[in-house]
């Protein structure tokens, strides 16, 4: 047993800092463990952390189809007993939020919208306050960035403030630092240009302590729009070279080519990539 934790955690440590393939190897290897012994209250998780790890990369796709699984095996688990079901419940929560991650990052933002509701209602029972905070967080960052997507300044700024404050509390840095850049999101688009460079560099100094990879380029990715938007174009480059770094460097440590291939070629990063090199 004391095996499939250890791999479990070390296999998250490592997508956190940016080194997936290693992640994905030392999950991998937890998965066959556990799926011979049929071990599966660690065979949920460990099916949520290799999703996660895909979503990282942005392959949401393929994180979709083991963060489903995950939610079905926790589900399946969380079926079997009728007391003490925190742990399994808070295992449906974190495979659910995973999904919702995987929809946002496919542009399906509504049918995130409308899962998310879903979640809430369901997790309004006792059973799922098992690290609530931690999953809840998650679910509410994701929330605040899509109603920024919708343009809804007026619900998405006091909803960034309001968790803010509730994570400084749990001194959660890497989802302070992302609803520091959120807020400075926000102030770009009221007008409140040095409010926002401000958000955007505590963002950064704080991402740099947590050194996970993607929120620490959205944060200079954020900051570089920021300074174009001001007309320092210098300043921009600057922010859109230490991005591109960022993604480079995940990227070399992907062993799988067409895995790589499929990272430098998403959306998001090709975005930050064709930024660098105008720069």
Known sequence: MGRQWVLFFRGMALAEIGRIDEGISTIQSGIDLCE???ALF?????????????????????????????????RQLMGRVSLCRG???????????????????QGRLEEAWERMQSLKAESRSLEFD???????????YLAAQILLSRGDLAQAEPFIRQNLETVRHLHAKKREGGFLRLLGE????????????????????????????????????????AYEEMGKGSEAKVQWGSAADLIQTVANGLSDRELRDGFLQAVPIQAILSKAAEA
């Open 36 to 38: 011979k012994f049929r």
């Open 42 to 74: 660690f065979l949920a998780g460990l099916y949520n952390c290799l999703g996660y790890c895909y979503g990282e990369i942005h392959q949401p796709e393929r994180a979709w189809a083991f963060n489903l699984k995950g939610e079905q095996i926790s």
């Open 130 to 140: 098992w690290f609530r905070l931690q999953w809840e967080s998650r679910m509410h």
């Open 186 to 225: 926000v102030q770009m688009r009221r007008g409140a240009k040095e409010e926002a460079l401000h958000s955007f560099n505590e963002a950064i100094t704080l991402l740099k302590e947590v050194g996970n990879p993607r929120q620490l380029w959205q944060a200079h990715a954020s900051l570089a729009s």
């Open 87 to 105: 742990p399994y419940a808070e295992m449906v929560a974190q495979s659910s939020v995973n999904l919702l991650e995987n929809l946002f990052d």
